[in-house]
């Protein structure tokens, strides 16, 4: 690699980064899009998981970042925006070293250049909900876990660090990444020792944000009551558990919907997957990239599946396998 090259990745991702933070200053929301919004928004004032301010389980994380920002422009519904805005930015930058990680520069400009142009990635990056920043999560984690794949323990317990403080601002990303991580570690490491520093890692800092929700909440006892209030009335209805055949189709069905438009006109590079594995066969990466996705899917699918931005989750590793596929 020429000593420019690491200049070239820096200047490109920047590029690409800067373009989606302007590109999405113009529509940024300018009122609380819905009734999570407006919890996240009372939990400014005060923050009480037990009083849904803001709902279980608690995002405590995004909601401390929501009050450094709301300081600064004293109005909640354009500081969770912002935020929103810089979260799409820095998954952009992510994205590009993520690709080019995993394949090459050619791959990681058009994949973070796809992701930085998708509809719905564009529109959670405007508004003031946690999935752009749960995607930035969701990249940080996978960067670091394929280096990690790729036999390096120090990223094993720099992924482990940023998993651990990911559930703080969108729980959800530490049970949905959990295997991404572990599974990079046992393949690319085979030590034991490392994993079982790699969970010591995601236990503290895991730590460091859930001890301060649950005095902040009143207590164990009051968060996990409004924790299991809310997974009786929203979560098990629509689980294959609580709820019936039915429903789990029509969420199959709106996942799949969300993908779609997630990925625009890239979905149709999935006619191309057939053709690339004749070609150049189906290896580590392609596998990490499918670990990813599954996980997610499987468990939107049969357990909930609350709204299209959930598949910011996974949708960055999809754009980078087809865009690969594109390009090839």
């Given at each position: ?10 200047l ?33 004032r005060?923050?009480?998981v037990?009083?849904?301010?803001p709902?279980?389980?608690g ?7 929501g ?20 979260f ?20 990681a ?19 003031g ?16 876990a394929?280096?990690a ?19 703080g ?36 800092a895991?730590l ?31 689980s ?26 890239l ?40 709204q ?21």
């Open positions: 690699m020429s000593r420019t090259a690491p200049r070239l990745d820096l490109c991702a920047v590029a690409l980064s800067l373009l989606t933070v302007l590109s999405r200053l113009p529509f940024r929301a300018r009122m609380l899009y819905n009734w999570d919004a407006v919890q996240f928004a009372l939990a400014l005060e923050y009480d037990s009083k849904h301010q709902h279980p389980p995002y405590i994380l995004y909601v401390g970042l009050r450094i920002v709301n300081a600064w422009l004293g109005d909640p519904a354009a500081a969770y925006a912002l935020l929103a805005v810089v799409s930015g820095l998954t952009t930058f992510v994205v590009f070293y993520l690709a080019r990680e995993v394949y090459d520069r050619a791959t400009l058009a994949a973070a250049t796809l992701l930085a142009v998708s509809p719905l990635f564009w529109f959670y990056g405007a508004v909900l946690t999935y752009a920043g749960e995607a930035l999560c969701a990249v940080t984690v996978a960067y670091f394929f280096r794949l790729k036999g390096s323990e120090t990223d094993s317990w720099l992924a482990a660090g940023y998993l651990g403080l990911a559930g601002l969108r729980q959800s990303v530490l049970l949905l990444l959990f295997p991404l991580w572990l599974g990079a570690t046992v393949v690319g490491l085979r030590r034991v020792g490392t994993v079982v520093i790699g969970l010591a890692v995601i236990a503290v895991t460091t944000w859930f001890v301060p929700m649950i005095w902040l909440s009143g207590g164990l006892d009051r968060y996990l009551a409004a924790s299991l209030e809310l997974a009786d009335s929203v979560v098990k209805p629509t294959i558990l609580g709820g019936p055949f039915e429903t789990t189709l029509r969420i199959s069905r709106y996942v799949l919907e969300s993908v779609l438009v997630g990925l625009g006109p979905a149709l590079a999935v006619f191309l997957v057939p053709w690339y594995v004749r070609r150049y066969g189906w290896g580590r990466a392609e596998w990490f990239l499918v670990g990813w996705t599954v996980p997610p899917i499987v468990v939107y699918t049969l357990v909930h599946f609350g299209a931005g959930y598949v910011l989750t996974f949708l960055p590793a999809l754009v980078v396998l087809l865009s690969r596929v594109l390009i090839a």
